[in-house]
């Protein structure tokens, strides 16, 4: 079965760093994009950040540039998201997806949570 | 970056009749390769987004086919044939050519 499984996510305070950890299962991952999108509370879905089959190309939406890196270990199946100073807008639940073609995501897991508030 | 406006953001629909959301692209969603690359997800109360429609019609496994999205260019709608109580949801289009990736602001579909 094709999946993927975030963790990482908690309370955290503004300022602070949290790394997001995806597992992925039931395909080659070494041969897929990879996504994070991120969803506010009560709000709608805003693509963040995604990166190629071996790390080398990584887009990321303005509003996270320089403060946020997307990263991925294919040995260990893995994708990464490393936030840092982080803001009370960066609250959200973020997702993993997998980019089955180009253009497109599937596969979206559970999600996990980042708060940011003092 | 491109602007996906959808419409309506609310739409109550009674059991067994249709449903059709618009949603309109700030700039043409044709790659070079000759495909367009627009997506319809679903997001159930409570649930994950999943996808439902990618390039523009084509309707992923498992997706009842009261479901179909159509368009080209930058006009692009999804169709439910008769809305039934498990299509409760918010719908989302999402454009996957020019970074960064875009989603419209969702349309939440209640029944009446």
């Known amino acids: 079965e094709v999946q993927v499984v975030e963790s990482g996510g908690g309370l955290v305070q503004p300022g602070e760093s949290l790394r997001l950890s995806c597992a992925a299962s039931?395909?080659?991952?070494?041969?897929?994009?990879m996504t994070w999108v991120r969803q506010a509370p009560g709000k709608g879905l805003e693509w963040v950040a995604s990166v190629n089959h071996d790390g080398s190309e990584k887009y990321y939406v303005d509003s996270v540039k320089g403060q946020f890196t997307i990263s991925r270990d294919n040995a260990q199946n893995s994708l990464y998201l490393q936030m840092s100073s982080l803001r009370a807008e960066d609250t959200a639940v973020y997702y993993c997806a997998r980019h089955p073609a180009p253009g497109t995501v599937d596969c979206w897991g559970q999600g996990t949570l980042v708060t940011v508030s003092s | 970056d491109v602007v996906m406006t959808q419409s309506p953001l609310s739409l109550p629909v009674t059991l067994g009749q249709p449903a059709s959301i618009s949603c309109r692209s700030s700039?043409?969603?044709?790659?070079?390769?000759?495909?367009?690359?627009l997506n319809w997800f679903q997001q159930r109360p409570g649930q994950s987004p999943r996808r439902l429609i990618y390039k523009v019609s084509n309707r992923d496994s498992g997706v009842p086919d009261r479901f179909s999205g159509s368009g080209s260019g930058t006009d692009f709608t999804l169709k439910i044939s008769r809305v039934e109580a498990e299509d409760v949801a918010v719908y989302y289009c999402m454009q996957g050519i020019h970074w960064p990736w875009t989603f419209g602001q969702g349309t939440k579909v209640e029944i009446k």
């Open positions: 039931g395909f080659t991952f070494n041969n897929y994009w």
């Open positions: 700039q043409s969603l044709v790659h070079s390769d000759g495909n367009t690359y």
